[in-house]
């Protein structure tokens, strides 16, 4: 599963679809066949759960603003990554940190 290696080294470059498949040397079909039977989701779906993922770290880690911890999570804006954000963890970014902040 090295396009799933391929996707997380470069979550903040925003990887689509083809450029994964191209890496991976498999056709777009295959790949999204490949997400469906592995990981039981999509490809766009995988993808925002490794930014989620990168982004939760970056916040309880980090003080950068919620701007580049959306850029550096690979989301195209900060208000995209609110929405995406709240839907999956029930909390703004700003919640999310003011509660997980590791280095206070």
């Not at 997400?35 to 993808?47: C, I, R």
């Not at 980090?62 to 954000?85: E, H, M, P, Q």
């Amino acid at each position: 599963m090295r396009w799933l290696g391929y996707i997380s080294e470069n979550i903040e470059n925003v990887p689509n679809l083809t450029k994964t498949a191209k890496q991976a040397n498999v056709s777009n079909a295959t790949l999204k066949r490949l997400f469906k039977t592995y990981l039981g989701s999509s490809f766009s779906a995988q993808v925002n759960l490794l930014r989620l993922e990168k982004s939760r770290h970056l916040l309880a880690t980090t003080r950068l603003s919620i701007d580049c911890v959306s850029s550096l999570s690979g989301f195209k804006s900060a208000c995209y990554f609110n929405k995406v954000f709240k839907a999956h963890m029930s909390v703004t970014p700003t919640a999310y940190r003011s509660k997980n902040l590791w280095r206070k």
